[in-house]
């Protein structure tokens, strides 16, 4: 959250114009930037209307939370009123979504989605936006956990009439899921009058909320066979429930009006896009859509096949690489979920391709063409192998080659590193991604970060963590050779040796080793803990808790990195690769590797120097002994 008053401290704030000062600057102390003009006028627009209506109301002790972030995700909700139920007697929250839109219509296709005027692509109906936000706070917060009734939203647009946003309705209202109008604020009144008290002040169930337990986030891999088999185990919020309706309502139109389109969805880590590609599937799957999911990854592939598909070899056949539709039948599917699509590569022909099925035709243009509608879900700033071609821009060309139309859905709220945006900025920043250069850690109360000044030490912490119930795994960059896997009965050779801490890789192969998961199991196997992970075996995967070694092939000198690729023993890079394309793979490499956590990243450079960088932005060495 960025402030917590009662509602008639809000107002005097709001008047003086202190309110918006102190917002200004919690949220530059907590994010690390300063927040958008939007932002600032909503705040200055929204937050004073609000504050009068609880006070008219009779609701003055009622506590406001603003801005209040949604547990293990970079999402903020506007406000939410906590106080006690005036019939109950037990703690009630009201989410309060706040719009200045003085116009909304309905989609004609899908009344869960709307237009609004200042924005070109459809955005999610404010009764259902706020209405998955409290779903998801009752998933997620131990306040209301196992007590959904305690909580309920509502969409209050001050701005508007009921000529100009009447239509929103047409989708079914509830408790978690009302919307009031200028037009009806003594309705709104009515309402709040309805779920708090006035008598009681609300503080302490404000209390309450905020230190409500984290319920640990259903990781994707643990669910994914009742994601597909049974129903939806996520709450998809905003961005992502547009990308997700907006896919079949394409779905419902190539079948009404022999319709293709393509859909991408972009995001960086953690958006929630392989949560999105795994909902499409399930509920295609139930609907009996032919559809399919691709990768370009071994490991994510494989993985979904166990997981999903443990008990039925029918949900094994739905995941598929990208390079399984060289001699596929145009329009031979309904839908393909391409996920990880940055991975797409120039063509699926490789040196084992028979000469039969080498057709010259480009990989992208196969995906789009087996499928009516082709949906493409990536982070163009996870390309860590030459020749990788996945971009929004290479998926627009190729759709308008063909004539096809091509929706384009942006992701911005993450789940990863527990939803801490600060974490994801302080590493782009950190590895040169972003402009600016690095900066000093600031600790939330969302990611930890420290920093080991051995392997061993780092092993040991992330080994206590595991002690509490964690997962942990220990990965680093491609800076030391890789054995053959060794003959039947002979244990890993432990290849990544830092002085006397020896280690091996992942296991090579579909075949586990010495009680170590073959290497797709390893982020999701606890055996995996033992082994070194690459870049390859981690990427698509979340832990608890993330070991990094930045190897010699990216160090730390007077003022700036320098790459040193004669340092990777990563095969990918040829002679011919230029040096400004390894740099680029190489620091999009530890970008992946350090955004694996969800609870903490331990990080550990084999170069004192790094080391000591390290250690400057992140904190002394008595800071964190502790650990």
């Not at 009447?166 to 079914?172: N, Q």
């Not at 066979?225 to 998809?236: C, D, G, I, K, M």
Request: glycine content about 8%.
């Amino acid at each position: 959250m960025l402030f917590r008053a009662s509602a008639e401290t809000v107002a005097v704030m709001a008047l003086d114009g202190s309110l918006f000062l102190h917002l200004n600057e919690q949220y530059f102390h907590v994010l690390g930037h300063r927040p958008g003009p939007s932002e600032a006028r909503s705040w200055e627009r929204s937050i004073p209307v609000l504050a009068a209506a609880l006070n008219d109301a009779g609701l003055g002790d009622v506590e406001v939370v603003l801005e209040y972030a949604l547990p293990l995700n970079s999402r903020r909700v506007d406000a939410v009123l906590a106080g006690v139920h005036p019939v109950t007697g037990a703690p009630s929250y009201v989410v309060v979504e706040l719009k200045q839109w003085s116009q909304a219509v309905p989609d004609e296709d899908d009344a869960s989605l709307c237009h609004v005027e200042r924005y070109t692509r459809p955005v999610l109906n404010p009764i259902e936006q706020v209405r998955r936000y409290c779903q998801y706070i009752a998933n997620f917060n131990g306040a209301v956990a196992g007590h959904p009734e305690r909580i309920s939203g509502v969409a209050y647009l001050h701005n508007a009439t009921e000529f100009g946003v009447a239509g929103l309705r047409d989708i079914e209202c509830d408790d978690h899921g009302q919307l009031f109008t200028a037009g009806r604020r003594g309705e709104f009144l009515d309402y709040l009058r309805a779920k708090l008290s006035p008598s009681v002040p609300g503080a302490r169930a404000a209390d309450e909320l905020l230190s409500g337990r984290t319920v640990p986030s259903r990781q994707l891999m643990s669910v994914a066979a009742q994601e597909v088999r049974e129903r939806e185990q996520f709450v998809l919020l905003d961005e992502q429930q547009v990308a997700y309706r907006m896919v079949l309502n394409a779905v419902r139109k190539a079948k009404e009006a022999d319709h293709k389109e393509v859909v991408v969805v972009t995001g960086g880590p953690g958006t929630g896009k392989s949560v999105i590609a795994l909902s499409l599937l399930g509920e295609l799957y139930r609907q009996g859509v032919p559809a399919l999911h691709a990768t370009g990854s071994q490991s994510f592939t494989t993985t979904m096949r166990k997981v999903a598909g443990a008990r039925k070899r029918e949900v094994q056949d739905l995941f598929k690489y990208f390079n399984s539709f060289m001699t596929a039948g145009k329009n031979s599917l309904d839908v393909l979920i391409c996920d990880e699509a940055h991975r797409i590569r120039e063509t699926s022909a490789n040196r084992y391709t028979p000469a039969a099925r080498r057709t010259g035709k480009a990989q992208i243009d196969e995906l789009i063409d087996v499928a009516r509608v082709p949906v493409f879900l990536l982070d163009e700033h996870q390309v860590v192998r030459p020749g990788e071609m996945g971009t929004v821009a290479d998926i627009r060309a190729a759709a308008a080659v063909k004539g096809l139309g091509c929706s384009v859905v942006h992701l911005d709220g993450q789940f990863r590193c527990g939803g801490s945006d600060a974490y994801l900025r302080w590493v782009v920043r950190l590895l040169g991604l972003e402009p600016g250069g690095p900066v000093r850690w600031e600790p939330d109360d969302r990611m930890q970060l420290r920093v080991a000044d051995s392997p061993e030490e780092m092993e040991e912490f992330l080994e206590g963590r595991r002690a509490q119930g964690y997962g942990a795994r220990i990965s680093a960059g491609y800076c030391w050779p890789w054995s053959q896997a060794p003959k039947a009965g002979e244990p890993l050779a432990a290849d990544v040796v830092i002085g006397e801490w020896a280690r091996p890789w992942n296991v090579r192969g579909d075949r586990g080793v010495a009680g170590a998961p073959p290497a797709a199991l390893w982020a999701t196997d606890p055996a995996g803990f033992g082994q070194v992970g690459c870049v390859y075996t981690a990427q698509g995967f979340e832990y608890d808790w993330s070991g990094v070694v930045i190897g010699p092939d990216l160090v730390w000198r007077g003022d700036r990195w320098v790459t040193d690729r004669t340092a990777s023993k990563d095969p990918v890079f040829k002679k011919s690769t230029p040096d400004a394309d390894v740099d680029r793979l190489v620091r999009n490499t530890y970008k992946v590797l350090l955004t694996r956590g969800m609870v903490g990243t331990v990080v550990y450079s084999t170069d004192p120097e790094t080391r000591d960088k390290l250690r400057e932005l992140v904190g002394s060495r008595e800071a964190v002994a502790a650990f």
